[in-house]
């Protein structure tokens, strides 16, 4: 029984064998999966994933690195979307610092836009925050985001960063990176935060877990990661397979 909730399925690195991956997916105890569409082109493809398989879900929201490219009614869009019974969550959002594609200030501007939508549609936010902390934090404290929570996708920030985020009622994800052998920091943080609070990812095809660190990544590798988390908390893979499901039923509303 496992959760993936962060999946880029609808990737083209996925199309000469989406099937194929997804049924490996169901093989390795995948009960249930989260695409994120992030633009304009991942958006309709995330949504048209999640209505061809009755287990996949839908997030839906602009990456940060993205921003520059918004257009008016984009928003409204997203809106729109979030009434759709398939959609979970309000994103990928948040902020990036180290891609230079979208200004820092139009970044935190979309930001807080989307939390707004989010607070206004009920809906969780995924978190995509990389060298960003900082304002990430204060951002989700200006705007009140403690009043839908959501994911800290692939967590990368120290564990008193961590601490600040599950006092804003979000859960704390981890994926690949937590299985490679030089990841002190993340090994150290998912050790301190309370099981009601942890989830699973992949995030793929990105971030792929070890043994396959640089290849393409699957939802099936999600076990890959329970087995970390396993390790690091003393629990069996069964447990955190059966906690990190139940932490995401809860966190997306599906129970």
Sequence with gaps: MLFDTHAHLDSSKFDNDRSEVI????????????????????????????????????????????????QPGDLEWIERLSAHPKVVAI???????????????????????????????????????????????????????????????CFSGSWETAKLCLDMNFYISFGGPVT????????????????????IETDCPYLAPHPFRGKRNETSYVALVAEAAAEITGKTVEEIGRITTENGKKCFRLL
Excluded: C
């Design 91 to 153: 994103g990928e959002i948040g902020l990036d610092y180290h891609w230079d594609t979208s200004p820092k200030e139009l970044q935190q501007q979309k930001f807080r836009e989307q939390i707004a939508l989010a607070k206004k549609v009920k809906k969780p936010i995924v978190i995509h925050n990389r060298d960003a902390h900082e304002d990430v934090v204060r951002i989700l404290k200006e705007e009140h985001a403690s009043e839908v929570g959501g994911i800290m996708h």
């Design 180 to 199: 490679f052998k030089n990841a002190r920091v993340p090994k150290e943080v998912l050790a301190k935060v309370p099981l009601d609070r942890l989830l």
């Design 23 to 70: 049924k490996r997916a169901r093989e390795a105890g995948v009960e249930l999966i989260v695409n994120i569409g992030f633009n304009r082109e991942t958006i309709p493809s995330t949504i048209a994933l999640a209505e061809q398989y009755d287990f996949i879900y839908a997030a839906v929201g602009w990456h940060p690195v993205d921003t520059i490219d918004m």
